[in-house]
């Protein structure tokens, strides 16, 4: 697996530290109420797993499985629903986690699906973001870092379901991917 790894771009330390901050600012953003987490499997759950536990107000889990890439390097824009959350939202506060986003195409869609249902306010929470590569417009209410349009895997970010657990976020090499 790290043999697939040309550099690390954020080392574990680098991600935890941020990750504190970033539970500090949603904790005093939030602070009188709780926090509905739903996070979009499968990458973000290792940012969420961490990031719940940097956050001191009172945080419940939900998870929506959607899915637009595939085995595929490259989002096709497809985006389908394969796990609904459990629980339903109306007059909730929601906070959307998400590992990465890219095009924009999964969080445009999971938000006009979310908003339908009545949330009393919905917020986006992503560990990274690759602005360059922006489809549809989204409006990140936290994000813990914006990187340069590298194929990144590690820390929940896979590519054909494999680095997932690597505990840093490092960049694939090309011939990882190209065969
Ligand atoms: C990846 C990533 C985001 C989405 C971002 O998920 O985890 O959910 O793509 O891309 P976008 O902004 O272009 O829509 P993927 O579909 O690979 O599923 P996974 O989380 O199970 O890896
Ligand atoms: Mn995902
Ligand atoms: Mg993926």
New binding site residues.
Partial sequence: MLEDIQEILLSSEQLSARIREMGRQISADYAGKEILMIG?????VIFMADLARAIDVPVALDFM??????ASTT?S?V?RILKDLDEDVEGKHLLIV????????????LLDNLRSRKPASIKICTLLN?PE???VD?QVDYNGFTIPDHFVVGY???YA?KY?NLPFIGILKPEAYKS
């Avoid at 979009?40 to 973000?44: D, E, K, P, T």
């Avoid at 499985?65 to 595939?70: L, T």
């Avoid at 998400?98 to 869609?109: A, K, M, P, R």
């Fill in positions: 979009v499997l499968r990458g973000a499985a959607v899915s637009s890439y595939g989002s824009g985006v998400e590992d990465i986003i890219d095009s924009g195409l999964t969080l445009n869609y690759k590569r922006r489809k989204v929940g970010l896979d379901e997932r």
